[in-house]
């Protein structure tokens, strides 16, 4: 996801980090979950370890997360579910 992205999901509220609703500026850490919301679909994301450059490839970066669940929801229903 690229970061302007990122910044907008953050800005509207869809981002939360461990449970809480995340700033564009928020830190990460190895362990954090996250979860994304962008339209109908909620994304819960583990964070395995961060990169040691700032830029990373496609290949190395799947290696810094998994994704622990996909799902579909009603549109207005909450992104803790």
């Not at 109908?40 to 990169?51: E, S």
């Amino acid at each position: 996801m690229r970061r302007t992205l990122a910044q907008k999901l953050c800005d509207a509220g869809q981002v939360l980090v461990n449970g809480k609703v995340a700033k564009p500026a928020a830190s990460v850490k190895a362990g954090d979950e996250l979860s994304l919301r962008r339209g109908k679909r909620i994304t819960k994301v583990r964070v395995l370890a961060l990169p040691s450059a700032r830029q990373t490839s496609r290949s190395d970066a799947t290696l810094l997360y998994e994704i622990n669940d996909e799902i579909q929801v009603a549109e207005g229903e909450s992104i803790d579910t």
